[in-house]
């Protein structure tokens, strides 16, 4: 398995939905089991298997740098919807990078991710990600500025 965290994610886009038997039984016992699935999901553009990492206690907040927006999605729909529009804005993954990727599993349940797609318009990104005892994502914190 590649060392992510200094591998470029140079996945190409994938509109396609995520095989029943991947949506069937997911459940992760580790944040690095949850992260693996997010990460694949997210260099893949699969909405669907994306979307496995969340629930309806779920909230991500994103605030834009470049023009000061900073929004909030709570639960599955709200969070699929975001998603829906970051993956039409990152066209062109051929500059997607993650320097930092840190999963942590005590003693707090987390993964601290720094990203960037110059190629895409993100100049620099910084996530936080933390996890319940089900290893949802019960909140994700966004960072990022445009090129």
């Known amino acids: 398995q590649p060392d992510k965290k200094k591998a470029p994610l140079r996945q190409q886009r994938s509109d ?3 095989a029943p038997s991947e949506l069937e039984g997911y459940k992760p016992t580790s944040v690095q089991e949850a992260w693996d699935n997010h990460f ?3 260099g893949s553009q699969n909405l669907d298997k994306i979307m496995l990492d969340y629930d309806e206690k779920s ?3 994103c605030f834009c740098h470049s023009d000061g927006a900073d929004d909030t999605f709570k639960g599955v729909e709200e969070i699929r919807g975001f998603f829906d529009g970051l993956f039409k804005m990152l066209t ?3 500059g997607l990078a993650a320097p930092v990727v840190e999963p942590t599993e005590f003693p707090n349940r987390q993964v601290y991710l720094i990203w960037s797609c110059p190629s895409s318009g993100v100049a620099s990104a910084q996530d ?3 996890f319940d005892g ?3 994502i ?3 914190n966004i960072a990022f500025a445009k090129v």
């Open 40 to 42: 694949e999901a997210f």
């Open 16 to 18: 396609k939905m995520a």
């Open 128 to 130: 936080t990600f933390m």
């Open 59 to 61: 909230v991500l907040r």
């Open 92 to 94: 062109d993954l051929s």
């Open 138 to 140: 019960s909140r994700q």
């Open 134 to 136: 089900h290893f949802k």
